[in-house]
């Protein structure tokens, strides 16, 4: 059994880590697009560095544009980069039994070689913000994603089998193989394999299922879980059967989970079809968590039940739409560094 755990996300942090968008199908086909997804990055960094220190990896073709929409105590640090989602192209930050900082470093290639991604530079990134990070580099051959990941700090984690399982990830492994792996490099002494993730997601261009739009832990034995509420989406029927297979689970300490639905925003379509608009797919950061909303009759109520979820945090909001008209959220984009000893 490894050394090395994977903190909860709650867990006192050091730093937050994201990239800033780069050329490509994130910025979009107009100088309007661009500034929409310059413009929410940059919102949550904004929002993150009010708790915490924050760095964001810049291109260095995008120096001046990034100072224009960063505050200027986020710290920039310069990279290539094909895309933006740190916490796909990101390490995993794990702390060893002396409280000694590691950074896995997944393989990362285009989340299952899909024809439309690339990676040529972002797969290089984990090993340099490892090396700034001053971590100790842990490479891995699991094909993985932070976003394909949650956990509870003490030894919990919940992985998707579309995703871990995925032929274009890791053709070949078992269950069993990937379960070793993940306990050599986060500790997992307990791997939850859910199902499956949201429709939109199972899409073309999305992850083909990551947890971390799906569930995640805010406290030991404790599970909040999208619930789309609406039967005319077809994530009513996935929510319906995401929620009563972890009903059926424990955690690794043996405890029935206290399962806190979360809804949906109200909101089902958008130009592409079927939204994954989720808030489940939030932050935690030193006293506070940075949520997605969505101008929805629904994100009052929501923000209520994280705040409930982690009590003595405040809650900061951000509207995520364009976020999620690129595939993902705002957990997506950060990736925490936890603070070590």
């Not at 192209?89 to 590691?102: A, E, M, S």
Request: glycine share 10%; with cysteine.
């Amino acid at each position: 059994m490894s050394n090395w755990r994977m903190p909860a996300e709650t867990a006192r942090q050091e730093r937050l880590w994201m990239a800033f968008p780069a050329a490509g199908y994130t910025l979009g086909d107009t100088a309007e697009e661009a500034h929409a997804a310059r413009s929410v990055w940059a919102a949550v960094a904004n929002a993150a560095v009010e708790f915490e220190p924050v760095t964001v990896v810049v291109d260095p073709a995008d120096v001046g544009t990034a100072a224009r929409y960063l505050d200027p105590a986020v710290e920039v640090l310069t990279a290539e980069l094909n895309d933006a989602w740190m916490r796909d192209i990101g390490p995993t930050f794990v702390l060893d039994g002396g409280g000694r900082l590691g950074a896995v470093d997944w393989v990362f290639n285009g989340w299952g070689a899909q024809d439309w991604a690339r990676w040529d530079k972002d797969s290089l990134i984990a090993a340099e913000v490892a090396g700034r990070s001053g971590a100790h580099h842990l490479v891995s051959g699991l094909v993985n994603e932070g976003g394909g990941i949650q956990v509870d700090g003490e030894g919990t984690v919940l992985v998707t089998e579309t995703v871990q399982l995925d032929p274009g990830r890791n053709p070949g492994l078992s269950k069993a193989e990937i379960e070793a792996e993940l306990a050599r490099t986060i500790g997992a002494t307990h791997v939850i394999w859910v199902p499956r993730g949201l429709t939109r997601d199972s899409e073309r261009f999305g992850t083909r299922g990551h947890v971390d739009i799906v569930a995640t832990i805010p406290s030991p034995g404790t599970l909040l879980v999208h619930s789309q509420q609406n039967p005319a989406h077809p994530d009513f029927d996935v929510s319906r059967e995401i929620i009563s297979f972890l009903s059926s689970t424990k955690d690794a300490a043996g405890r029935e989970w206290d399962i806190i639905e979360v809804p949906a925003p109200e909101t089902l379509t958008d130009p592409e079809g079927f939204v994954d608009y989720s808030y489940i797919n939030h932050v935690a950061v030193n006293g506070g968590v940075i949520a997605c909303t969505f101008s929805d009759p629904n994100d009052e109520k929501a923000l209520r039940i994280l705040a409930d979820a982690y009590p003595g945090r405040r809650i900061v909001g951000i509207d995520a739409r364009e976020l999620f008209a690129r595939g993902g959220g705002i957990h997506c984009i950060t990736q925490q560094q936890p603070a070590a000893s």
